[in-house]
T-cell receptor, first 115, second 118 residues
Framework: AQTVTQSQPEMSVQEAETVTLSCTYD???????LFWYKQPPSRQMILVIR??????QNATENRFSVNFQKAAKSFSLKISDSQLGDTAMYFC????????????FGTGTRLKVLA | DVKVTQSSRYLVKRTGEKVFLECVQD?????MFWYRQDPGLGLRLIYF???????EKGDIPEGYSVSREKKERFSLILESASTNQTSMYLC?????????????????FGPGTRLTVL
């Protein structure tokens, strides 16, 4: 069975600093997708970034980048130049591509950006 | 932009009541999902549907049922609400798109319904 673990329930970072949120997962699949979603306070959850497991290059979206270590089954999110609007709950998610549908979320990391 | 709407942001019901949570998406997505979100537990899948009138159980289907009569609408039904169903309920939809060698499945979420069962 697949599992997704986010070991940091809460984190804080000063505005303009860099922060890294960790995520590890367990799977026997070789082909899958990984995602980071952001849920701002009282607002809808949105996709931040996605990574295809077959791609070695780490995904980047503006100030957001991932460090994907397939052998270690690690998928961390780095937020550069943190902004107050980055304050949110962040969820790591795994989706397998074969067999029955499976989309698994981690328990989330609450990030607070401090002014 | 994809828009996923849910019928209520906040709902208070009594134990034993039948509860309907409605979700509508406007982007012709095949897949729709119902999750519940609880602190420390993340999101857990209740049911999903990959086509009209089709449904699959997720990880925690007990005490819930779903209905998908039209492609854009996916309803979650609590047949007899209980206090342990107090939670935030999130609806999502997705379009499975084939890319070279694989598929992508970004989920688009509604704003959530915070249900309290007294």
């Amino acid at each position: 069975a697949q599992t997704v673990t986010q070991s940091q329930p809460e984190m804080s970072v000063q505005e303009a600093e860099t922060v890294t949120l960790s995520c590890t997962y367990d799977t026997s699949e070789n082909n899958y997708y990984l995602f980071w979603y952001k849920q701002p306070p009282s607002r809808q959850m949105i996709l931040v970034i996605r990574q295809e497991a077959y791609k070695q290059q780490n995904a980047t979206e503006n100030r957001f980048s991932v460090n994907f270590q397939k052998a270690a089954k690690s998928f961390s999110l780095k937020i550069s130049d943190s902004q107050l609007g980055d304050t949110a709950m962040y969820f790591c998610a795994f989706m397998k591509l074969s067999g029955t549908y499976k989309y698994i979320f981690g328990t989330g990391t609450r990030l607070k950006v401090l002014a | 932009d994809v828009k996923v709407t849910q019928s209520s942001r906040y709902l208070v019901k009594r134990t034993g009541e039948k509860v309907f949570l409605e979700c509508v998406q406007d982007m012709d997505h095949e897949n729709m999902f119902w999750y519940r979100q609880d602190p420390g537990l993340g999101l857990r899948l209740i049911y999903f549907s990959y086509d009209v009138k089709m449904k699959e159980k997720g990880d925690i289907p007990e005490g819930y049922s779903v209905s998908r009569e039209k492609k854009e609408r996916f309803s979650l039904i609590l047949e007899s609400a209980s206090t342990n169903q107090t939670s935030m309920y999130l609806c999502a939809s997705s379009l499975v798109v084939g890319l070279a060698g694989g598929f992508t499945d970004t989920q688009y979420f509604g704003p959530g319904t915070r249900l309290t069962v007294l």
